[in-house]
C-alpha cells in the first residue's frame, strides 16, 4: 500500500535554531517527492519538489534530501523563524498518477 | 504570483443538503483536483479532471460527489445529501500541462455539516 510517514509528530524549537524533519515513503513506482508548508486553515504550499535523480533542492533556509534507495527524505530548515511555525507535509507522486500521497506531517513551533 | 482562489471559505449546511463548492483554477492550467482534510487528519486525494472528465478518483469519490467545470474557467464539486462525516477541509488544485509542476493548492473551503 502506497503510504507517506513522517517524523517527529510534533516539534517545539527556538527562533533561530535549525531543525531536521524525517519523511519515509513506501509509494511504488515513485515519481517525485514534495514538502509543503500547511498554516493552520490554510493550503499547502509548495516549498521543494524533487524528482528520481535529484538528492538535494533547496528554496531559501530549506534545503530537502532525497534518498531513493532507502525510499528517505528529510528537510533541514536553517535559522528558524516564528513564521516558520507550521505543518511540514511530506508528499509523494506514483508514475502513473498525478495524484498526491500524502503524510501525516509535522507540527513545527518556533518560539521566541 | 498566479492563485487558485475557492469560495466561500466557509459554509455551514444541514445534513442531508446539497452543497457546491466552488473554485477558479489557475488559468493555464490543465489539471484540476479535489482534496479533502479532515479536522486532524492528513489531506486525501478525492479525484482529478482532466479534458472535461474524471481522469482518477478515489475510493472516497462515490456517488455522493460529482464535478464539473461549467464553463471553462470554474471548477465545481458537489456534494450530495450531505452527511456529519462530510465536515472538513476541501482544497481546490490545478497544475500544468504534465502535473508534475505548477501543482497549486487553493485556501480551501471548511465544510460543516449540522
Known sequence: KNQVEQSPQSLIILEGKNCTLQCNYTVSPFSNLRWYKQDTGRGPVSLTIMTFSENTKSNGRYTATLDADTKQSSLHITASQLSDSASYICVVSADNTDKLIFGTGTRLQVFP | ?114
Open chain 2, 1 to 114: 504570483e498566479p492563485e487558485v482562489t475557492q469560495t466561500p471559505s466557509h459554509q455551514v449546511t444541514q445534513m442531508g443538503q446539497e452543497v457546491i463548492l466552488r473554485c477558479v483554477p489557475i488559468s493555464n492550467h490543465l489539471y484540476f483536483y479535489w482534496y479533502r482534510q479532515i479536522l486532524g487528519q492528513k489531506v486525501e486525494f478525492l479525484v482529478s479532471f482532466y479534458n472535461n472528465e474524471i481522469s482518477e478518483k478515489s475510493e472516497i469519490f462515490d456517488d455522493q460527489f460529482s464535478v464539473e467545470r461549467p464553463d471553462g474557467s470554474n471548477f465545481t464539486l458537489k456534494i450530495r445529501s450531505t452527511k456529519l462525516e462530510d465536515s472538513a477541509m476541501y482544497f481546490c488544485a490545478s497544475s500544468g500541462l504534465s502535473g508534475l509542476y505548477g501543482y497549486t493548492f487553493g485556501s480551501g473551503t471548511r465544510l460543516t455539516v449540522v
